[in-house]
């Protein structure tokens, strides 16, 4: 991030106290989104303060179908109003390209997205840390008298800050800056990056609990895991391609002005049925993810279904309830859906190829975790940041890297061949 070629002792201060600053601010729109949260799901479902409790956590369901209907009708009518008073919002990968995020529209939007995801909406809460921290890092860059390639690089750092800082995962964050908003791994990046994202997430743990997000049991590596891993490599690739074009054709389609009234509270409502037999499908994703990660062969059939079949039948669900949800007209993230539908995807596949190759145990803790690994690197087109970031959600995965990376080396190849077809057919 050196400036015209000249590194002075006062450049070097200044870049220095702002690339804290941004760090802090990281740290700050973790803690606010957190705190919201709580606040939301204590009032909705009487949840205590502390932990990553969500709505899929709700005993009565009752109480979630009446949250998420509740969830309907008042994010409908907020973000109809914000779309149609308010100024239009500004993306993050907007603002790291320099457009400036308004501030009322910018923490409005976030807010809303927090609220839907307290209550139940099935979509991830990173993308409101993400614009709060990015706004906040070009409030702390405006007059710094940065260039404008340091203030693009604090500004990624920024948001990506407030994801390490909301979920603890301050690798994670800094290789979501480098790798996905930057798209450059140099020391200009990724040296910012590191720093605010480390600051970002020791800020957030002065008030969020150190708690890990998903609490699985040891993995261990095998003959049977590393020649699947080749194999449902590919598979999940497809299945993340398909997904991103699913919601992103939802999204394109997704109803304006008062129509937003009427189905964005209707597909609510069907999503709140649906969390009646099976509250999985719920908020942020953990709840599958850590139920997939944590299932057995040996577990006895809930609902009537096996294992194999329940965790299949759930990520389908899944993918079905987060597209319908954003295709709705709600905003928010999918990158710990992708996670929960990843994990029970390999769940399931690594259930039935152990009927066929028996490894060490019954547990399918280690192929749902290949399985979200692999089909997070493909939504998300950041193999990288994919692993690394199922990695500091479960802190575990060190013994079985192998196997995981030459899953989502079959994954992101498909994803990358499909994107080139896909090219050379527009050309």
């Known amino acids: 991030m050196q400036r ?9 201060l200044r870049l220095a106290v702002v690339t804290g600053l941004v760090g802090v601010a990281g740290g700050v729109a973790g803690i606010a989104v957190w705190l919201a949260l709580q606040l939301i799901q204590f009032v909705a479902f009487g949840s205590p303060f502390g932990g990553h409790i969500e709505a899929a956590d709700a005993p009565s369901g009752w109480n979630r179908f009446l949250a998420l209907v509740a969830a309907g009708v008042l994010t409908g009518l907020a973000w109809w109003a914000l779309r149609r ?12 390209g320099g457009k400036r995020m308004p501030a009322v529209a910018t923490v409005a939007n ?26 906040l890092a070009q409030l702390v860059t405006a007059r710094a008298g940065l260039s404008v390639r340091e203030t693009r690089i604090l500004v990624a750092c920024g948001a990506a800050a407030g994801l390490a800082a909301v979920y603890d995962v301050p690798l994670g964050g800094a290789l979501f800056a480098v790798e996905v908003l930057l798209g450059e791994l140099t020391f200009a990046t990724a040296l910012p990056a ?20 998903y609490d699985v049991p040891a993995m261990h590596m095998s003959n049977s895991l590393l020649v699947w891993a080749v194999l449902v490599g590919p598979v999940l690739g497809f299945a993340g391609v398909g997904f991103v074009k ?3 054709r939802l999204q394109s389609l997704a109803p304006k002005g008062w129509r937003l009234l009427v189905v964005l509270p209707v597909v609510f409502a069907m999503v709140g049925l649906i969390a009646v037999p099976f ?3 719920l908020g942020n994703g953990r709840a599958l993810g850590l139920v997939a990660m944590n299932t057995s062969l040996d577990d006895s059939a809930i609902a009537g279904l096996s294992p194999v079949v329940l965790l299949l039948l759930l990520a389908v669900i899944r993918t079905i309830t987060t597209s319908a949800t954003i295709g709705a007209g709600a905003v928010g993230g999918t990158l710990t859906p992708s996670i929960a539908i990843g994990s029970a995807a390999g769940g399931a596949l690594g259930g039935a190829w152990l009927l066929l190759w028996p490894a060490d145990g019954p ?3 280690a192929f749902a975790f290949v399985g979200a690994a692999a089909f997070l690197a493909t939504t998300m087109r950041a193999p990288f940041t994919a692993l690394v970031l199922v990695v500091e959600f479960t802190q575990q995965g060190t ?11 079959g994954s992101v190849a498909v994803s990358y061949v499909l994107a080139r077809r896909r090219s050379a057919q527009m050309a």
């Open 399 to 409: 013994e079985i890297l192998i196997p995981s990376l030459l899953a989502v080396s």
């Open 110 to 135: 976030a807010g809303v997205q927090i609220l839907a995801v307290g209550l139940g909406a099935s979509i991830g809460k990173e993308v409101a840390p993400r614009e709060v921290g990015a706004w």
């Open 279 to 281: 509250p999985q499908v």
């Open 4 to 12: 015209s070629g000249h590194a002075t002792p006062v450049w070097a």
């Open 363 to 365: 547990s399918l803790a």
């Open 194 to 213: 590191f720093a605010t994202s480390a600051i970002a997430a020791f800020t957030a743990r002065l008030v969020i609990p150190d708690e890990v997000l």
């Open 246 to 248: 699913l919601t992103n």
């Open 85 to 96: 008073w308010g100024r239009p919002v500004v993306s993050v990968p907007a603002a790291v």
